[in-house]
């Protein structure tokens, strides 16, 4: 669904979040309002998601009605666990696939709004420039996250490397049917794949963490990922019983906006960060 916030709607928005509130009031979602706006602390991954919502803070929110405090995590478990013990209102970070792992293994009661960006997967290498040039008995460093293991064995499927198994859910190691190369997995946290790239052949790196490290993935990696039908696009996501809640609409009617498309295109030029709507 494409949505644009013009200044009508932003407006319009502004008045519903502030309807029946006034300073020093709790909302219904957990937010409070102070001096005419609603604070909505949102936790994000440092890139790029904090990068776009600090330029909906400084750029659109205060006309919209809503302040954002936003909280930096390093890693993909502690989002998840502080929206569920009520330490924040919303997060920033995940795509569907993963999101929906999560709630399976951990009963968690979330929601989601539609994908605001997606950050195309790659391979990265510091000892060879083509897969090609890849060893027999190679290593591959690979995440151990089962919401982005199969991600990454997919990009493996699309270089020829290996074949996988039909699975009924996301495939893991245990799927891989050929491995003509006999390469070697390691398994390792996503956030610390970047860390070990030294001591690997290859490593299938998440895009956040490599922009983080420096790289570029529209010209680091010896393989990228297709923005072009990607079901991996990252959402804001929220306790399914505050959904509806004013002041989180209007915040992911402000990351659907043309200003933010227009800061993706601008911030990140060779498809680094690719707008999802």
């Known amino acids: 669904m494409k949505r644009t916030v013009r200044t009508a709607a932003v407006l319009s928005a502004a008045a519903l979040v502030?309807?029946?509130?006034?300073?020093?009031?709790?909302?219904?979602?957990?937010?409070?309002?102070?001096?005419?706006?609603?604070?909505?602390?949102?936790?994000?991954?440092?890139?790029?998601?904090?990068?776009?919502?600090q330029f909906v803070q400084d750029e659109l929110a205060q006309d919209a009605g809503i302040d954002l405090e936003i909280?930096?995590?390093?890693?993909?478990?502690?989002?998840?666990?502080?929206?569920?013990?009520?330490?924040?209102?919303?997060?920033?970070?995940?795509?569907?696939?993963?999101?929906?792992?999560?709630?399976?293994?951990?009963?968690?009661?979330?929601?989601?709004?539609?994908g605001v960006h997606i950050e195309p997967y790659g391979?990265?290498?510091?000892?060879?420039?083509?897969?090609?040039?890849?060893?027999?008995?190679?290593?591959?460093?690979?995440?151990?996250?089962?919401?982005?293991?199969?991600?990454?064995?997919?990009?493996?499927?699309?270089a020829g490397l290996i074949t996988l198994d039909e699975t009924d859910g996301d495939p893991t190691l245990l799927d891989i049917a050929e491995n003509p190369k006999d390469l070697?997995?390691?398994?390792?946290?996503p956030e610390q794949l970047v860390v070990a790239l030294p001591d690997?052949?290859?490593?299938?790196?998440?895009?956040?963490?490599?922009?983080?490290?420096?790289?570029?993935p529209a010209s680091d990696a010896i393989l990228l990922e297709s923005g072009e039908d990607n079901p991996y696009a990252n959402v804001v996501v929220v306790r399914s019983e505050d959904l509806d809640d004013p002041a989180l609409v209007t915040l992911d009617?402000?990351?659907?906006?043309?200003?933010?498309r227009a800061f993706i295109e601008e911030r990140w030029p060779a498809g680094e960060v690719i707008a999802a709507f």
Do not use: W
């Open 184 to 189: 070697e997995f390691v398994e390792t946290a």
């Open 253 to 260: 009617e402000l990351l659907h906006s043309d200003e933010v």
């Open 18 to 53: 502030m309807t029946g509130c006034s300073a020093g009031d709790d909302t219904e979602g957990g937010a409070t309002q102070e001096g005419g706006l609603t604070t909505v602390t949102i936790g994000a991954s440092p890139v790029p998601h904090a990068e776009i919502l």
């Open 200 to 216: 690997v052949d290859i490593a299938i790196i998440n895009g956040n963490y490599a922009l983080e490290a420096g790289l570029n």
């Open 123 to 158: 391979i990265y290498s510091e000892k060879i420039e083509d897969l090609d040039d890849l060893a027999d008995g190679g290593v591959v460093g690979i995440t151990n996250d089962p919401g982005n293991q199969g991600r990454a064995l997919d990009l493996l499927v699309d």
């Open 71 to 114: 909280q930096e995590f390093t890693d993909y478990v502690l989002p998840n666990t502080a929206l569920d013990e009520g330490e924040i209102d919303a997060n920033f970070f995940q795509h569907l696939p993963y999101l929906d792992a999560q709630i399976a293994e951990n009963g968690f009661e979330f929601d989601h709004y539609d």
